[in-house]
């Protein structure tokens, strides 16, 4: 059994940063994954990242600011925001996929982490 812890959260200023971790009690040999829900609104996809590491997806919200990686011999995952906004104020959750690409969609993710609340005053 997979477990995912998140942290790294905070209150921050626009245009601040802040990085995420999510740490696995054990290996995670597939694909992961940050989504996010925002107060009112559906948890969404923000960004993935494969098994190796070599491949990356993001949300269009979130391209160009924000940065997944990996570190499997932590059994660690990360999210680096840059340039914040007020509307990535969510809580921000890591996930682990089914298989070992970067997929976006949440019925992929099996594995889910409690979240980590991010908010962005203006």
């Known amino acids: 059994q997979v477990q995912l812890v998140e942290s790294g959260g905070g209150l921050v200023q626009a245009g601040g940063s802040l990085t995420l971790s999510c740490t696995s009690t054990s290996s995670v040999r597939t694909g992961m994954a940050w989504f996010r829900r925002a107060p009112g609104k559906e948890r969404e996809f923000v960004a993935a990242?494969?098994?190796?590491?070599?491949?990356?997806r993001y949300s269009d919200s979130v391209k160009g600011r924000f940065t997944i990686s990996r570190d499997n011999a932590k059994n660690t995952m990360y999210l680096q925001l840059n340039s914040l906004k007020p509307e990535d104020t969510a809580i921000y959750h890591c996930?682990?996929?089914?298989?070992?690409?970067?997929?976006?969609?949440?019925?992929?993710?099996?594995?889910w982490g409690q979240g980590t609340q991010v908010t962005v005053s203006s």
């Open positions: 990242i494969s098994w190796s590491g070599g491949t990356t």
């Open positions: 996930a682990a996929n089914r298989g070992m690409g970067t997929a976006y969609q949440i019925d992929d993710y099996n594995y």
